[in-house]
């Protein structure tokens, strides 16, 4: 069975930016946490939900890279994380909530796309460990944090989805790797999370939405040669973008709406894009965008819950 799919008129569209969907919002009272939050499309949702007033938690990696990326927006602080390793998670995890400090909104922005075929942990296929995996565990390890009533959790999906729903009988690609399939069965992967996370989340008012933020020029195509993305048709060979493709402003918007907006409310476990519900895919056609069944179909969802628990060894809803 699918989650049900379709608009509600939040008033914005594609070309909103994230400043103009929190303007008038207040966030004073609000403690965020933004995976990716330093760089591309994650440093566009940090800088609009600081200027509304948030304080932003900024898991990284690269601790004095994102230090230097967010110098001069206020009301950020930056700790060390790294996704692909459950050990970083747990200690960030723990770190975290012995600070006594509650979350309101979280925000799994960071990932990896069309990486070539890297094995991380016990030997997982990095897009589905980092992008989906990381992410579990993450959330399910600061459930004590997430603000009683209010807490909403958003995963950055994609379009990508259209491309694969979970490979069961191989999600770690041990017998062939396909680079493009890994990151769509990664990106279908946030959005069942999503699902699922809301349904057990429900009696606790805990709100979870998955967003495709749309077609964005970032440093996540790092691994995308020039020439295959004038090939893709995403840039022409100057390297401007395609018609169709957002500013990361535009791109940040539907994330913090989704994070933020009081039209959401009856509506956890949604697909978003364009600062709306997305409504069923009616072509293949990813620049059009909508969503795919099998990233809203909660029996997925819940097989997928199940085996990301076993797999991490993480579940705080069990």
């Given at each position: 069975?699918?989650?049900?799919?379709?608009?509600?008129?939040?008033?914005?569209?594609?070309?909103?930016?994230?400043?103009?969907?929190?303007?008038?919002?207040?966030?004073?009272d609000?403690?965020?946490?933004?995976?990716?939050?330093?760089?591309?499309?994650?440093?566009?949702?940090?800088?609009?939900?600081?200027?509304a007033?948030a304080?932003v938690?900024?898991?990284?990696?690269?601790?004095?890279?994102?230090?230097?990326?967010?110098?001069?927006?206020?009301?950020?602080?930056?700790?060390e994380?790294?996704?692909a390793?459950?050990?970083?998670?747990?200690?960030?995890?723990?770190?975290?909530?012995?600070?006594?400090?509650?979350?309101?909104?979280?925000?799994?922005?960071a990932?990896?796309?069309?990486?070539p075929?890297?094995?991380?942990?016990?030997?997982?296929?990095?897009?589905?460990?980092?992008?989906?995996?990381?992410h579990?565990?993450?959330?399910?390890?600061l459930?004590?944090?997430?603000?009683?009533?209010?807490?909403?959790?958003?995963?950055?999906?994609?379009?990508?989805?259209?491309?694969?729903?979970?490979?069961?009988d191989?999600?770690?690609?041990?017998?062939?790797?396909?680079?493009?399939?890994?990151y769509?069965?990664?990106?279908?992967?946030?959005?069942?999370?999503?699902?699922?996370?809301?349904?057990l989340?429900?009696?606790?008012r805990?709100r979870a939405f998955?967003?495709?933020?749309g077609?964005?020029?970032?440093?996540?195509?790092?691994?995308?040669?020039?020439?295959?993305?004038?090939?893709?048709?995403?840039?022409?060979?100057?390297?401007?973008?395609?018609?169709?493709?957002?500013?990361?402003?535009?791109?940040?918007?539907?994330?913090?709406?989704?994070?933020?907006?009081?039209?959401?409310?009856?509506?956890?476990?949604?697909?978003?894009?364009?600062c709306?519900?997305?409504?069923?895919?009616?072509?293949?056609?990813?620049?059009?965008?909508?969503?795919?069944?099998?990233?809203?179909?909660?029996?997925?969802?819940a097989?997928?819950?199940?085996?990301?628990?076993?797999?991490?060894?993480?579940?705080?809803?069990?």
């Amino acid at each position: 069975m699918t989650a049900k799919q379709q608009k509600i008129g939040s008033g914005f569209g594609a070309h909103s930016t994230a400043e103009e969907v929190l303007a008038g919002i207040d966030l004073s009272d609000r403690t965020a946490l933004v995976t990716g939050g330093y760089s591309g499309l994650g440093l566009e949702i940090t800088r609009a939900l600081s200027g509304a007033g948030a304080l932003v938690i900024v898991p990284a990696r690269r601790r004095a890279t994102a230090e230097e990326a967010l110098r001069g927006i206020p009301r950020t602080e930056v700790r060390e994380l790294d996704l692909a390793d459950l050990e970083s998670v747990r200690v960030f995890a723990e770190s975290f909530l012995e600070t006594g400090r509650t979350l309101d909104l979280v925000i799994g922005n960071a990932g990896i796309m069309a990486c070539p075929e890297t094995r991380v942990g016990p030997g997982w296929e990095a897009h589905f460990a980092t992008n989906h995996l990381g992410h579990f565990a993450l959330v399910n390890r600061l459930r004590p944090a997430l603000a009683p009533g209010r807490a909403r959790v958003v995963a950055v999906a994609s379009s990508g989805h259209f491309l694969s729903g979970i490979r069961w009988d191989d999600v770690h690609f041990r017998t062939g790797y396909d680079r493009w399939l890994a990151y769509a069965q990664s990106k279908t992967a946030n959005a069942l999370f999503a699902v699922h996370l809301d349904a057990l989340g429900a009696e606790d008012r805990l709100r979870a939405f998955a967003v495709h933020p749309g077609s964005i020029l970032t440093p996540l195509q790092r691994y995308i040669p020039h020439e295959e993305q004038v090939a893709q048709g995403w840039i022409d060979p100057e390297g401007r973008p395609a018609e169709g493709f957002k500013t990361p402003e535009q791109g940040a918007a539907t994330a913090v709406w989704a994070a933020t907006s009081p039209l959401l409310d009856a509506h956890g476990g949604a697909y978003c894009q364009d600062c709306d519900i997305a409504e069923p895919a009616t072509t293949d056609d990813m620049l059009i965008g909508g969503v795919k069944p099998w990233a809203v179909d909660r029996d997925e969802a819940a097989r997928l819950w199940t085996l990301s628990g076993e797999l991490t060894g993480v579940d705080a809803f069990a």
